[in-house]
């Protein structure tokens, strides 16, 4: 598994120390930026780098940051095969990977301490997929809503 990092300027700070954290975890971990502090740039070219690179790998997976994490949702959910799923909790972060399946963890660093961070993004990468076939039922209609 390869973990991939995406993050615009208000998530820039999170998402190096999250790189950090993983990698002294002992994770594979890929910052697709953004790689410098620009004020001016926008999330969704950092949503898509990342979106693009989970569906290239059996069970690779992704985790976007940006200031509300709202946009970042928005833009990664608009690729098919992603599952992008909203976090600021531990419990939203197991739930998300338990319940959706999600491939895409996305925090708001605006509403989330890098603690909190930390414990969510270990959480969810440490969380299967629940076998009950309604989580399953759910992600089928959904591919046959939308492809």
């Known amino acids: 598994m390869k973990i991939y990092l995406g993050a ?13 954290h993983l990698v002294h975890l002992g994770y594979e971990v890929e910052d697709l930026g953004a790689k410098t502090l620009d004020k001016s740039d926008d999330y969704p070219r ?8 989970i569906l290239g790998g059996d069970d690779d997976l992704g985790i976007l940051v940006c200031g ?7 833009a990664a959910n608009r690729v098919n095969g992603v599952r992008a799923a909203l976090a600021w909790s531990e419990a939203s972060a197991i739930a998300a990977k338990r319940d959706d399946n999600s491939n895409v963890l996305v925090l708001p660093s605006r509403f989330i301490t890098e603690d909190e961070a930390f414990i969510a993004t270990e959480s969810w990468l440490k969380t299967g997929f629940d076998s009950d076939p309604k ?11 939308y492809g």
């Open 8 to 20: 615009d300027h208000n998530g820039y700070e999170l998402k190096n120390a999250l790189y950090e």
């Open 46 to 53: 950092y949503a898509y780098d990342v979106a693009v690179k």
């Open 68 to 74: 509300s994490g709202q946009g970042m949702s928005i």
């Open 135 to 145: 989580y399953q039922r759910r992600l089928d209609e959904l591919e046959q809503l």
